[in-house]
């Protein structure tokens, strides 16, 4: 029973969007955690956003019409947004952006991090002088 | 060439020559650029495996389009291409709006209070918003 559960239909329909989710939700602290400040420059955002969202959607659409790939009735809700763009591929084209820029920001940060504290043991006057030999 | 194949190949070259002939960010000169491709390369392969998983795909590939490779595991290889497109236009797009943002008025200083008042000497702005 519990397994009937686990493949109810009810839930199977939100797989791709859950999946969506869970990105969002497991790359939020890195806007914190190393101040990648992505939501937090919303005009920026959606400026980029959306190109990427024209760009993709059209890629999609086309792909779709010609039989490249399709999608699953059991996996997806089928709800559809105008054009008939499936919700779940829209929230693709926001989230993966969103999560790649996250982790560009955040890389961005830790390198910014490590090129400071490389320049600020260079720059100690006396303490470790073997400390500058090292770096 | 199978039609996703050739595809995902011409956005490839697409993205390349948007940023090397037009926006100029000099993005792939950038560690943190092919740091992030890895990082988001990484975490592709459980996502986008989750997506295409043979056993309960939630997106299937018609094969006549592909090139039939799926590796690793059942990732069709053209979603690789798929996904740097998708990343790199991101980041050039975001890169290129930001640098914008740094010429239009570099007075404002980043870890700043939004809640305070714009800086008085806001000269620099007059040469932008141009847009």
């Known amino acids: 029973m519990p397994h009937r559960v686990l493949r109810s239909p009810q839930i199977d329909r939100f797989q791709y969007l859950l999946l969506m989710a869970a990105c969002l939700v497991l790359t939020l602290p890195l806007e914190f955690v190393f101040r990648a400040r992505v939501y937090r420059r919303p005009s920026r955002l959606v400026r980029t956003l959306v190109p990427v969202l024209v760009v993709f959607l059209a890629w999609d659409a086309v792909a779709v019409a010609r039989g490249h790939w399709h999608f699953s009735d059991r996996y997806t809700t089928g709800w559809l947004l105008p054009l008939r763009i499936p919700v779940e591929e829209f929230a693709f084209f926001l989230v993966i952006p969103i999560c790649a820029l996250l982790t560009y920001e955040s890389v961005t940060t830790m390198l910014g991090y490590l090129a400071d504290r490389r320049r600020a043991r260079r720059a100690a006057p006396v303490g470790e002088p073997q400390g500058a030999e090292h770096a | ?131």
């Open chain 2, 1 to 131: 060439m199978p039609e996703y194949t050739l595809a995902a190949v011409v956005s490839v070259v697409l993205v390349m020559v948007l940023e090397l002939a037009w926006l100029r960010t000099g993005m792939f000169r950038r560690p943190a650029f092919w740091i992030t491709a890895v990082i988001v390369f990484g975490f592709q392969i459980p996502v986008d495996g989750w997506l295409t998983k043979l056993s309960a795909p939630i997106v299937l590939y018609a094969e006549s389009h592909a090139s039939g490779i799926r590796a690793p595991w059942d990732i069709p290889v053209e979603d690789f291409a798929f996904g740097f497109s998708l990343m790199t236009l991101t980041l050039l797009l975001w890169d290129r709006l930001g640098s914008r943002e740094r010429d239009q008025d570099h007075g404002r200083a980043r870890g700043r209070a939004s809640t305070a008042p714009p800086p008085p000497a806001s000269a620099g702005r007059a040469p932008g918003r141009e847009r």
